[in-house]
């Protein structure tokens, strides 16, 4: 099988990983033993493929493929296992692989997947709803850079928005009006002397960092949320950028890390909100998530995609193979606790104000659906592990919110 082919690459890159295993290459070529049926199954990452680019015998010459076939194992992260169908003669035989190189050591090699160790596959399909850039100011929309200029602005180390020596706040107006509304790019949701804060992305994901109780020597680990409807078999979340999307203003005039997004599917209107708040001085912030959900029938449902995977400072060890094996192969390990989701270990990874269900979605996936208040809204409160240390600021300051209980705290008006 693809198991014992796959032998030769580093055991240090997929630990805990069943299903998913590197093809080692030398020169960006390799060898795989076909299994029985001349099936042999690779990995798909949104657009880009971890199949080889070509086949071969072993003389060279090229082999010619029966068919293909794609299924779904992750939704939310978009992995997709891609089968390729050999001649049945070939089964048993050693082929070659090829991936010549087009980017780096991350993206230019193969990944082998084992169908068979995938398990129950999830049987929903992750739609958009909304145009993609629709959020967009017209005249950004417009802009169009050369190849030259794109090169510059990525090898800068300007903010291209943010002006020097910047001694006000810009408003959220002033930064939509230079450059694109924030798209993949964390916005930080933190109150005062927040030591574990979330981090929120224009189509309404978010993800907290906890200390790894896997990893070898410490670490840590995200633990990431991705919101969408699920109506019958299908998942919708908002396309990139079609998000509308604001910041909390105070009547004095400041912003507060209260972040809002709207976004539509038909009739459907969902709004969220996602804010830091500690309760007082001694106690821990915590991120809360509010939807409010307007138009939507009684069989639709808010969902909560979810997993774990290592925190981007899994890089910092230098030792380490580059390899995205790591992000792909850490399964959640979520389990429902009356009104919590709670991790392997029994601890609170967030609470909800609102019944929810929670079941596998793949092997590397979860999902929770809610069933919203009788005013279309629900409130969750995620926990966040922190190593606090106490300060005077912290004993002095205090970021006012709603109430501490989560049941207790409405949708705005």
């Known amino acids: 099988m693809l198991a014992a082919v796959l032998a030769v690459m580093s055991v240090a890159s997929v630990a805990g990983s069943e299903w998913l295993q590197r093809v080692a290459l030398t020169e960006q070529a390799g060898e795989i033993e076909v299994p029985p049926g001349g099936e042999v199954s690779f990995l798909r990452f949104g657009d880009h493929s971890y199949e080889p680019a070509r086949m071969t015998t072993l003389s060279g010459q090229a082999i010619e493929l029966r068919g293909k076939k794609s299924q779904l194992v992750a939704p939310f992260q978009q992995l997709w296992a891609v089968t390729w169908r050999l001649p049945e003669e070939l089964a048993g035989a050693k082929v070659g692989v090829e991936s010549p190189r087009a980017r780096d050591a991350f993206w230019d090699q193969v990944l082998g997947v084992r169908v068979e ?3 129950e596959l999830p049987r929903y399909r992750l739609v958009e709803t909304g145009d993609f850039g629709a959020a967009l100011p017209e005249h950004v929309r417009a802009i169009s850079f050369s190849p030259a200029e794109i090169r510059r602005q990525q090898q800068s180390l300007v903010d291209p928005v943010i002006p020097p ?12 009006a230079a450059a694109f509304p924030l798209d993949f790019q964390k916005v930080l949701l933190a109150s005062f002397n927040d030591s574990s804060p979330g981090f929120a992305y224009q189509n309404g994901q978010w993800l907290t960092t906890w200390p790894s109780r896997e990893a070898a020597g410490g670490g840590k680990e995200d633990h990431w949320f991705a919101p969408a409807l699920l109506i019958g078999e299908r998942l919708i979340r908002p396309a990139p950028l079609s998000a509308r999307t604001s910041f909390l203003k105070t009547d004095d005039g400041r912003t507060l890390p209260c972040w809002e997004i ?25 991120v809360h998530v509010r939807f ?25 060890d230098r030792t380490r193979e580059r390899t995205p094996i790591p992000f792909f192969v850490l399964a959640p390990g979520y389990r429902r606790a009356d009104a919590q989701v709670v991790d392997e270990w029994g601890h609170e990874v967030f609470s909800s104000a609102q019944r929810f269900e929670l079941q596998p979605l793949g092997p590397v996936e979860m999902l929770a659906t809610f069933e919203p208040d009788e005013t279309g809204c629900v409130h969750i409160r995620l926990h966040k592990p922190t190593r606090r240390r106490r300060t005077q600021a912290s004993g002095r300051r ?10 207790e705290v409405g949708c705005p008006g």
Not at 265 to 282: K, M, N, P, T, Y
Not at 306 to 311: A, E, I, K, V
Not at 399 to 406: E, L, N, Q
Request: net charge negative.
């Open 398 to 407: 205090n970021f006012g919110g709603p109430s501490t209980s989560s049941a």
């Open 165 to 176: 020596g910047l001694a006000r706040e810009m408003s959220w107006a002033e930064l939509e």
């Open 117 to 119: 160790a995938l398990g």
């Open 262 to 286: 709207e976004w539509r599917c038909g009739e459907i209107v969902v709004r969220q909100q996602l804010f830091s708040w500690r309760a007082g001085a001694d106690a821990v912030a915590r």
């Open 292 to 316: 409010e959900l307007r138009g939507a029938s009684d069989d639709v449902r808010l969902a909560l995609g979810m997993g774990r995977r290592p925190n981007v400072h899994h890089w910092d």
